[in-house]
């Protein structure tokens, strides 16, 4: 399931000529720089899963996460640039288009992966062109007063991926290569954030102001690479943003493809589902009237997004057929591998079993819940479009994550080499602990 781009992109993309990069000052840094540098990041081990602690400007974290993941980072940078439909070139040409819109400190940050990681920031550059075309089929929601056990906000995201990426020189998944990062910016607010080594983020995370955010992939056919792609954006509203309203307006700014988001603040507490085209966007929460479309409903207290638009506006940049449900939502898909029904699919699933679960939903309950909506447990047609679906992204999982923002406390479970991260055990932290460290 490929994201759906404009003609006149790729067009845009063949008929430019590769523009130079030019080296920044970084990557001639003195040794007394880099080791100034490394001085605010370590890695550490609990639980068998790493932590990356970074800290400092921006050129700082990138550099400490390219030196102390030096080895994971190559294997993932070659394996995100051998997964691409686009040729080395095309995704400069499309880098050089969009840094221009994006804020110089995470160009900057970049620039200190690379050096860190003793890599080409052409690498970089591309490898990060290529993974924001990929389809990510991810699930996210958020759930809080009478949908919870205790009132407080809950923030679930699963970040999924196809498992068999990996890096042609060593064969090692780039799942394999999974990491919990603290980031604590200079300029900004400390965060949390599972992800892979080489990427900023994992799709999602929280930030100590209480805001909590994850990103799902909504192919469209509005699209533009002249403005701050999601990636950024999200890391944007993470690093800065100290309320909802805040986090909204960096994620609804400078706007290029389609994505959804699922963004909470437990300080409300209440969470907004956004959804962005390049030149349209909706933010609504469970209460707007758009949330019960038919076939969609709402759940009191609760918003949640997968790799649709809910929205008609929206949605009409997106598939021909509104409705992804039912005979003819399954016909499309057998007869023009149309992905809606499947999607649909996922999403009744996981909405019915909140609805089974209301006023119950927990840190346990929400991750237990969701490994097994993930798996199909409860819903066999599901689990049968899983199986079918080996080899793409839908229901594979590569992190799954609950997180309580107001306390901290987290629960994730990591992908291993030969199983979807549904299928693997659980790892608890506490945010505001692990920020209270100190480098060994």
């Given at each position: 399931?490929?994201?759906?781009?404009?003609?006149?992109?790729?067009?845009?993309?063949?008929?430019?000529?590769?523009?130079?990069?030019?080296?920044?000052?970084?990557?001639?840094?003195?040794e007394a720089i880099k080791i100034e540098a490394l001085s605010g990041g370590w890695l550490e081990e609990q639980d068998g899963i790493k932590i990356?602690?970074?800290?400092?400007?921006?050129?700082?974290?990138?550099?400490?996460?390219?030196?102390?993941?030096?080895?994971?980072?190559?294997?993932?940078?070659?394996?995100?640039?051998?997964?691409?439909?686009?040729?080395?070139?095309?995704?400069?040409?499309?880098?050089?288009?969009?840094?221009?819109?994006?804020?110089?400190q995470y160009i900057e940050e970049m620039h200190g992966l690379a050096d860190g990681a003793e890599i080409k920031f052409e690498d970089i550059a591309?490898?990060?062109?290529?993974?924001?075309?990929?389809?990510?089929?991810?699930?996210?929601?958020?759930?809080?007063?009478?949908?919870?056990?205790?009132?407080?906000?809950?923030?679930?995201?699963?970040?999924?991926?196809?498992?068999?990426?990996?890096?042609?020189?060593?064969?090692?998944?780039?799942?394999?290569?999974?990491?919990?990062?603290?980031?604590?910016?200079?300029?900004?607010?400390?965060?949390?954030?599972?992800?892979?080594?080489?990427?900023?983020?994992?799709?999602?995370?929280?930030?100590?102001?209480?805001?909590?955010?994850?990103?799902?992939?909504?192919?469209?056919?509005?699209?533009?690479?002249?403005?701050?792609?999601?990636?950024?954006?999200?890391?944007?509203?993470?690093?800065?943003?100290?309320?909802?309203?805040?986090?909204?307006?960096?994620?609804?700014?400078?706007?290029?493809?389609?994505?959804?988001?699922?963004?909470?603040?437990?300080?409300?507490?209440?969470?907004?589902?956004?959804e962005t085209t390049a030149n349209l966007s909706y933010v609504g929460s469970f209460d707007n009237p758009v949330e019960s479309t038919p076939p969609?409903?709402?759940?009191?207290?609760?918003?949640?997004?997968?790799?649709?638009?809910?929205?008609?506006?929206?949605?009409?940049?997106?598939?021909?057929?509104?409705?992804?449900?039912?005979?003819?939502?399954?016909?499309?898909?057998?007869?023009?591998?149309?992905?809606?029904?499947?999607?649909?699919?996922?999403?009744?699933?996981?909405?019915?079993?909140?609805?089974?679960?209301?006023?119950?939903?927990?840190?346990?309950?929400?991750?237990?819940?969701?490994?097994?909506?993930?798996?199909?447990?409860?819903?066999?047609?599901?689990?049968?479009?899983?199986?079918?679906?080996?080899?793409?992204?839908?229901?594979?999982?590569?992190?799954?994550?609950?997180?309580?923002?107001?306390?901290?406390?987290?629960?994730?479970?990591?992908?291993?080499?030969?199983?979807?991260?549904?299928?693997?055990?659980?790892?608890?932290?506490?945010?505001?602990?692990?920020?209270?460290?100190?480098?060994?």
């Amino acid at each position: 399931m490929k994201r759906v781009t404009g003609l006149f992109i790729m067009l845009l993309l063949l008929s430019m000529p590769v523009a130079s990069m030019e080296r920044e000052h970084f990557s001639d840094a003195s040794e007394a720089i880099k080791i100034e540098a490394l001085s605010g990041g370590w890695l550490e081990e609990q639980d068998g899963i790493k932590i990356l602690h970074v800290s400092g400007s921006h050129y700082d974290m990138g550099y400490q996460h390219g030196f102390l993941l030096r080895n994971e980072t190559k294997e993932n940078i070659r394996a995100f640039l051998s997964n691409t439909y686009y040729t080395y070139d095309e995704l400069l040409n499309m880098w050089n288009v969009t840094k221009e819109y994006i804020p110089q400190q995470y160009i900057e940050e970049m620039h200190g992966l690379a050096d860190g990681a003793e890599i080409k920031f052409e690498d970089i550059a591309a490898s990060y062109m290529a993974v924001m075309t990929w389809g990510m089929s991810c699930f996210g929601f958020a759930a809080w007063n009478s949908a919870t056990e205790d009132g407080k906000l809950y923030h679930f995201r699963s970040f999924d991926l196809p498992m068999n990426i990996r890096d042609p020189v060593t064969g090692k998944y780039v799942h394999e290569n999974a990491v919990l990062i603290v980031r604590k910016p200079e300029d900004g607010y400390a965060s949390i954030t599972a992800s892979v080594a080489g990427s900023l983020h994992g799709g999602g995370a929280f930030n100590e102001k209480g805001i909590a955010i994850g990103m799902q992939t909504c192919w469209s056919n509005d699209t533009t690479i002249r403005g701050i792609p999601a990636v950024f954006r999200v890391q944007m509203a993470l690093d800065y943003a100290a309320s909802i309203d805040e986090a909204i307006k960096y994620l609804i700014t400078n706007r290029t493809t389609g994505w959804n988001f699922v963004v909470s603040d437990c300080k409300i507490p209440a969470a907004y589902a956004i959804e962005t085209t390049a030149n349209l966007s909706y933010v609504g929460s469970f209460d707007n009237p758009v949330e019960s479309t038919p076939p969609f409903w709402t759940i009191e207290n609760v918003v949640r997004r997968t790799n649709f638009f809910i929205s008609p506006e929206l949605a009409a940049t997106q598939r021909s057929h509104y409705d992804p449900s039912g005979i003819m939502g399954f016909v499309r898909l057998l007869r023009e591998k149309d992905p809606f029904f499947a999607i649909w699919r996922s999403y009744k699933a996981v909405s019915e079993a909140i609805e089974a679960n209301y006023g119950k939903l927990n840190l346990n309950g929400t991750m237990e819940l969701m490994q097994r909506v993930y798996r199909g447990d409860t819903d066999i047609l599901l689990k049968i479009l899983i199986k079918l679906a080996e080899g793409t992204s839908f229901n594979r999982a590569w992190n799954m994550w609950v997180a309580c923002p107001e306390n901290g406390d987290m629960v994730v479970s990591f992908a291993e080499k030969d199983k979807i991260a549904f299928d693997t055990p659980y790892h608890y932290f506490n945010f505001y602990k692990l920020l209270e460290e100190k480098p060994p």
